[in-house]
């Protein structure tokens, strides 16, 4: 049986970042990434925003709070190294009316909390210099917030792992996953081989359930199983009335944060998610959906017309079961007999924009077991 230092199951953004920081910090280790598709990114990571957050949403000490402003800086700065297209469009989160200013004050604080950078309230007048075509009394003024490419990314992650001897397995599904004295042994689909691995990286996504169902982790009682919130976009097909982001106050508990308006690196509008939560992940759009987010949008954008909504993607987010605002659950799992088991849960966004603070966080729970 071959043996192997490190195994990450999952070829996602996370996944990727993973191989690339352990590649780097790590580079005589054997490392091993496993995907079930034929190309990696092919789920949530292609299927989102691609927005770069700030850190304003989550609650203070949170580690979504923390490792979005911790990635927000690191993301940049290796954009800036590699070169991946982004911009820093900025962003506001609009108040429509008087109702809303306390719960955009609470939003603004917390940001503040979580020592986002550069935020500012600013009224009417200043919103409409910003951005003329935007409605409302007041918004919060993230400059820092920005899009990014998220292919070219991932792309990135791919080739400077796979070029520090990082293994890629594409379109093989795990389908073993057993504890033994040595490590983890691992079997695929399609292959009549197993390895083992000292150490195991949960890094699947939507199929985090799925793992650790095979290591006869009960998703229910570990606090971590799913649920799939399905997520669709329109474009506007047109010249867009607005050049940065803009976003409503978001849904209460963080079920998402509203239908808002982004405008991609070649100019174009998009506007979504919405929250639709799902059994089965299904990728389709729904053209009746198109009335919903123009009214949605028009609320907060002058001179939009509906014929312009055209559907465009949708995505699946990775929603931990339960009330209330869930965080990240990134946890070695040595305490439930698992040592060496690094599992990565409801890593939903903001995972774009902490992906390599999560890559940091989880290189040191691996430099800690194999030290």
Not at 191 to 212: H, M, W
Not at 231 to 250: A, E, H, I, R
Not at 329 to 345: K, Q, R
Request: proline share 4%.
């Amino acid at each position: 049986m071959d043996k192997i230092d490190i195994t990450i199951g999952g070829g996602g953004v996370i996944g990727l970042a993973v191989a690339y920081l352990l590649s780097l910090h790590l580079p005589d280790r054997s490392i091993l990434l496993i995907e079930k598709n034929h190309k990696y990114g092919q789920e949530t990571s292609s299927h989102n925003s691609e927005v770069i957050h700030s850190g304003i949403y989550y609650p203070k000490d949170s580690l979504k709070a923390r490792l979005c402003v911790e990635g927000l800086r690191a993301l940049y700065d290796f954009c800036k190294k590699f070169q991946i297209p982004y911009r820093r469009t900025g962003k506001l989160i609009v108040a429509l009316d008087n109702s809303e200013i306390p719960a955009l004050e609470n939003f603004y604080q917390k940001g503040i909390s979580n020592n986002a950078p550069d935020l500012e309230i600013i009224g009417r007048n200043e919103v409409r210099k910003l951005e003329p075509c935007v409605k409302g009394i007041a918004a919060i003024y993230s400059p820092s917030t920005g899009i990014i490419d998220s292919h070219s990314l991932m792309s990135c992650f791919h080739n400077q792992a796979k070029m520090r001897n990082v293994m890629f397995v594409f379109g093989r599904e795990i389908n073993y996953l057993n504890k033994s004295p040595e490590g983890y042994t691992v079997g695929v689909t399609g292959e009549d081989f197993k390895i083992l691995s000292r150490v195991f990286i949960n890094a699947s996504g939507l199929g985090t359930d799925y793992i650790q169902n095979l290591l006869g982790i009960d998703p229910l009682k570990n606090n971590s199983k799913l649920r799939l919130c399905k997520g669709s976009y329109f474009s506007y097909q047109g010249k867009s009335p607005v050049n940065m982001l803009v976003y409503p106050l978001p849904h209460e508990g963080l079920s998402g944060l509203g239908v808002h308006a982004t405008v991609d690196l070649s100019g174009r509008l998009r506007f979504g998610p919405d929250v639709e939560f799902v059994d089965s992940v299904n990728y389709n759009v729904d053209v009746g959906k198109a009335v919903n987010f123009f009214n949605s949008a028009a609320k907060m954008i002058d001179g939009l017309e509906l014929h312009r909504f055209q559907p465009d993607l949708a995505g699946i987010r990775p929603k931990l079961c339960g009330t209330g605002i869930r965080d990240f659950m990134i946890i070695h799992e040595a305490a439930s007999g698992l040592e060496g088991f690094i599992n990565l849960t409801g890593i939903e966004s903001p995972g774009l924009t902490s992906c390599l603070s999560i890559a940091e966080m989880v290189r040191k729970m691996v430099y800690e077991y194999l030290f």
